[in-house]
């Protein structure tokens, strides 16, 4: 009898369920088309989930799933899977985030050749019986020469560089974690921020994960700095543009068209306002993975991470635990959850194309096995530039690599005012951002940001407020958020010991609206504004 039972509840590849079942002690169901009603009845019987983007794992779903162990996802994106929930009862989460690259760079740069050339309209219009007057109306544009910005430099974004500099296009790059170095061996220029990559670009293509900061990262005012005539290529997320915008600069006759694999909405309304339009434009209904090689690739790699789970005990591209065994996470555990905190707080107040990342371990802590903690430093600190699910516990160095990012290590011997303290450092040239955590009791703490001492949670909605240290700065901030009605349920202040510099970090029980943020900024003394998300 088979020691553990795998579900496949949509179609992936024959190889993949061949070698999942061909495992000693795996039996395998191949169930595809459920209702989710059907599935929730059945869910309790297995240990293993094998899913697409089709089957929903909802919360609801997991907490029937009283055996299951782990759910791999045949492709990148997770959004079908309750990942907090999946955490909450011990399920592992498995993507596959290499298998699909080549098709959606490939999918990508197809649509940004069908756009320039207008191939969707032209093919309905000989269709229609339109024959010579398509030959007038759809002109099209050379790529050859074209400045080419490209947002978003991980594996996706880089092949589609590759294929651009074969057409002879100048490539210029934006990713907060893409080094000089890193960029000259890519042969692409660097720019700093989105605003200069796009300035003079006549085509960009995203390649960016979607984030409250990413969200709508391509506007009006962000349309207006490329060149007239310009293209704007998705294949990444919808909500990356603002769509309205978008069709308002193609009809103003600044941008000349797009080529969209992706909608802020999906399906897209039949009057969706993009799909009024005629020339340089075309749209595919999310195929970016869609190719015969992609498909077998990533069925093929979610049946091996299951077999191998579930035969050795190997964890790989897990998305929401590190790949470890119950010593190690007995030795280091407690700082995980730190240590995640510490990453993500430095994506925030470090800067675009950090040379290395230090992470640097002090008293008892020193002596232990800490190569985890520093990967998920590290992990949670690349989350914030990349794809959903493409950085995870295992893969992150290697994305590190690619990124021209160091990761070093170090120990150090020297008393603290802490038994035990962990502390991340981003560099960049001679720039030093610095934040640092230890546990007091059980409880985990950030007790250290750029050298200004704080006592914070690791978890919660945080604002941060660094300004000039003069008299009347905090009762402005307190106004203003009573005025916002933002409720404070924590503050923290700290200042620097010549007092020129003061920091109050509140955590609050509710997001700051953007207008607060604007006031705050634009106040005299204030000197950076950060809303964290920890």
Do not use: W
């Not at 391509?218 to 005539?229: H, P, V």
């Amino acid at each position: 009898m088979a020691t553990y039972r795998v579900l496949v509840s949509d179609p992936i590849s024959e190889k993949g369920v061949e070698a999942l079942a061909a495992a000693p002690g795996i039996s395998v169901d191949v169930n595809t088309g459920l209702k989710p009603e059907e599935l929730l009845k059945i869910i309790g019987d297995y240990h293993g989930l094998v899913v697409r983007s089709e089957t929903k794992v909802t919360a609801e779903l997991l907490a029937a799933a009283t055996n299951l162990k782990a759910v791999g996802r045949a492709g990148v994106g997770v959004d079908n899977i309750d990942r907090k929930a999946a955490t909450d009862h011990g399920v592992i989460v498995m993507n596959t985030p290499t298998g699909n690259t080549i098709s959606t760079a490939e999918h990508a740069f197809t649509l940004m050749l069908s756009a320039a050339r207008n191939i969707g309209p032209a093919h309905s219009a000989v269709l229609k019986g339109d024959f010579k007057a398509a030959r007038k109306a759809y002109q099209g544009i050379e790529l050859n020469t074209k400045r080419l910005a490209i947002l978003g430099m991980g594996r996706i974004g880089t092949e589609f560089a590759k294929r651009a500099q074969a057409f002879n296009m100048t490539v210029v790059a934006y990713d907060p974690f893409l080094t000089q170095t890193r960029a000259d061996e890519l042969k692409v220029e660097l720019a700093a921020t989105p605003d200069e990559a796009l300035k003079g670009a006549d085509v960009v293509t995203l390649h960016v994960p979607l984030t409250p900061d990413t969200n709508r990262l391509i506007n009006a005012e962000r349309l207006a700095l490329m060149n007239k005539g310009a293209l704007v290529i998705n294949c990444a997320r919808g909500g990356l543009i603002d769509e309205e915008a978008l069709k308002a600069a193609i009809e103003s006759g600044h941008i000349a068209g797009a080529g969209l694999d992706v909608f802020e909405v999906e399906p897209p309304p039949n009057d969706h306002p993009l799909f009024t339009l005629n020339k340089h434009v075309v749209f595919t209904p999310h195929l970016g993975a869609s190719t015969n090689e992609a498909q077998e690739n990533v069925g093929i790699q979610v049946a091996e991470q299951l077999r191998d789970f579930f035969v050795t005990g190997e964890i790989r591209n897990a998305i929401n635990m590190p790949s470890l065994d119950a010593k190690a996470l007995a030795e280091v555990g407690p700082y995980l959850g730190l240590a995640r905190a510490l990453g993500k707080l430095l994506a925030k107040l470090g800067p675009a194309g950090p040379d290395s990342l230090r992470v640097s371990y002090h008293g008892a802590l020193a002596k232990k096995d800490t190569g985890l903690v520093s990967r998920t430093v590290l992990t949670a600190l690349l989350e914030a530039s990349h794809q959903e699910g493409q950085v995870n516990i295992v893969n992150v160095p290697a994305v590190a690599a690619q990124l021209g990012l160091d990761l070093v290590e170090s120990t150090i011997n020297a008393k603290t005012e802490f038994n035990e303290l962990l502390v991340a450092e981003l560099r960049k040239g001679e720039a030093r951002y610095r934040v640092a955590g230890t546990i007091i009791g059980r409880s985990p703490r950030i007790v250290e940001i750029d050298h200004l001492y704080v006592d914070c949670n690791i978890s919660g909605r945080f604002l941060l407020v660094e300004n000039d240290d003069r008299p009347g700065i905090v009762g402005v901030i307190g106004t203003a958020l009573g005025a916002a009605s933002v409720n404070i349920a924590n503050m923290d202040l700290s200042r620097t010991a010549d007092r020129s510099r003061a920091l109050t970090l509140m955590e609050v029980d509710s997001e700051p609206p953007a207008a607060l943020i604007d006031q705050l900024r634009s106040t005299p003394g204030i000197l950076r504004v950060l809303t964290l998300d920890l």
